[in-house]
């Protein structure tokens, strides 16, 4: 099955930025980690696009990508408010959305899966979303998450993408998808200029 749009986007552009990156790679916490439970922690998340780029030395020279494809957009501080209350969304708990952001076991085990790929243990963990619709901090400054984590947060929105990728694009056919689609878009006048 093809992944969520908003992954195949997080993909692209992260590869139009000069990452290498791979999409739905399953993690766990390890039965061995001394707060494993088996009724809990059996089934596998996925870390939705994981970019490394060799030629940076900062801490973005990886990133684990969290899409969320809300179709009203992301609310930083009611996500956040819903995380902290343990309000039931969608079905369960709102935590489960984001484990990795407030569990420890979870944390360790997302951790682990990108130092094994990539053999760093920085990285910068992004969640990808259509758009945000408030004020970041809620989200991108959250010390708990921050904390259990171990990383620096960042909000992308779609339009960010977007934003990033457009500038480069040239009458060249663009190797990834967002790219091809927005040099679609721009000859077709949806983008403004048919310059591309």
């Known amino acids: 099955m093809k992944e969520d749009i908003l992954e195949q986007l997080a993909s692209d552009y992260l590869e139009a930025l000069g990452y290498f990156t ?5 993690f766990r916490p390890d039965p061995s980690d001394p707060d494993f439970d088996s009724k809990q922690d059996s089934v596998h ?3 939705d696009v994981l970019g490394y780029c060799p030629k940076r030395a900062g801490v973005d020279k990886v990133i684990a990508v969290s899409c969320k494809s809300l179709q009203e ?3 930083p501080e009611w996500e956040v408010n819903a995380i902290e209350k343990n309000k039931i969304v969608s079905g369960r708990e709102a935590w489960r959305r984001y484990r990795e952001l407030v569990v420890p076991k979870w944390a360790r085990a997302f951790r682990k899966c990108i130092s094994d790929l990539t053999n760093e243990s920085t990285f910068v963990y992004v969640t990808a979303v259509t758009k945000v619709n408030d004020d970041r901090s809620p989200w991108e400054n959250n010390s708990k998450f ?4 171990g990383a620096e ?3 992308l929105s779609l339009n960010e993408m977007v934003e990033a990728v457009l500038p ?3 009458n060249t056919v663009a190797n990834s998808e967002l790219g091809r689609t927005l ?3 721009k000859a077709a006048g ?3 200029d048919n310059d591309a």
Do not use: H, M, V
């Not at 791979?22 to 399953?26: A, E, Q, R, S, V």
């Not at 921050?146 to 984590?149: A, Q, V």
């Open 22 to 26: 791979l999409t739905n790679i399953k």
């Open 45 to 47: 998340s996925d870390i």
């Open 73 to 75: 957009g992301f609310w």
């Open 146 to 149: 921050r904390e259990t984590l």
């Open 153 to 155: 947060i960042k909000l």
């Open 168 to 170: 480069a694009l040239s």
């Open 183 to 185: 040099q679609l878009f």
């Open 190 to 192: 949806i983008l403004g």
